[in-house]
């Protein structure tokens, strides 16, 4: 475990009281004391400030967008993502079962550290550091999003907007596909039995080719 | 709609901006400027408070202790009685579809008001008034929370107990039913495969004698 020096000056935050910074790098496997019970709290401090942050930014945000707009934010991938930037699994402590099976690279354990530093500063001198903290890390972030491309995806527009007139479902099929393994494009097809329609939509995954299929199919039924 | 005077003395809080109030109070069927927006952000302050004040009450509680206790806490139904204690119903703008359907009863439109109002008083002074308004509606609810008695229930420990040994999952059947419809009794047999073990549970209901029979096979398991 690395001496924790350099890691305090990329956070910007020195800690008056450097156990908390400890038992924030500290994982379950590793001992009792352990940095669940931070986590719980630096998930909420951070749910509260990048909500407040969204709900200053965009004035104009549906309370929809915004949560979107959330979750994007805090969803453990971008969690882990700083986690990672940080180096952050170099710091923890983490039970020997843990370490052999390489848990400090694992994302879901730098994630729970990342926000467990957030609640360990927030317990060291409270809510104003905290936010600091989190404006150092998601200021770009907040800068990148944007409420109207945030929309929902084709998918999800075509069932909605198939289920408030109330129609049938549509039903994807794959259709074809094509290459190799590694660049494989398929082809889905988008049917809506009421409407007798059919679209086919490419991608190079199967999901890809579902969500063209299914703008496609919007577009037909709203053009 | 009444006057908000009463409803402001019962709150415990005069808005600078009563405005704020006025749209806290404004359900999204009234018009575009509703309290949606004010509800994202009231849910969000009112997460991190809890969530800190159980953190603090209860140094001994675990993560998982800890969340079950603030869902308990946060949920619509809980949000709903307060919403009901301020009458909050008699307030409330909405448009004339939701007036006819008695929306101003309804549970999940009453609980959203009462954050958006915490939203609000958010906005009109910051955190430390809605902190007190928090703990103005809370503070009893806290001290009857105990993180003891909000243990899962037995067969969701019976479950993580045997899947934790990597045991067969329990089964659970009806073997008699005793009484007329309104003060029925059950019987249920839990029954776990590899350790041949059967234990009969008894409730009112198909899924108290369930429990009931967890229990009974928990402690066998355990003794």
Not at 133 to 152: C, G, H, I, M, N
């Amino acid at each position: 475990m690395r001496n924790p020096e350099k890691l305090c000056r990329q956070l910007g935050y020195e800690f008056k009281q450097p156990e908390l910074l400890d038992i924030a790098l500290t994982h379950r496997s590793y001992g009792s004391r352990n940095n669940e019970r931070m986590e719980f709290l630096g998930d909420a401090v951070l749910g509260y400030l990048v909500s407040a942050e969204l709900y200053r930014r965009f004035p104009q945000a549906s309370e929809g967008a915004l949560s979107r707009l959330r979750a994007s934010l805090v969803k453990g991938e971008t969690l882990a993502s700083i986690a990672t930037e940080l180096e952050l699994g170099d710091y923890m402590s983490l039970g020997s079962g843990e370490l052999k099976s390489g848990g400090h690279r694992r994302r879901s354990i730098l994630a729970d550290a990342f926000e467990a530093i957030i609640g360990a500063v927030y317990l060291d001198s409270g809510m104003d550091n905290a936010s600091r903290l989190v404006q150092r890390f998601f200021d770009d972030r907040f800068s990148r999003v944007d409420p109207d491309t945030l929309e929902k995806d084709p998918k999800t527009r075509l069932q909605e907007y198939l289920q408030a007139r109330g129609n049938e479902l549509p039903d994807y099929q794959v259709v074809a596909t094509e290459g190799k393994a590694h660049e494989q494009r398929f082809r889905v097809e988008c049917k809506i039995g009421t409407f007798d329609a059919t679209v086919v939509g490419e991608g190079t995954s199967r999901r890809k080719a579902e969500q063209a299929a299914a703008e496609k199919m919007l577009q037909a039924l709203t053009n």
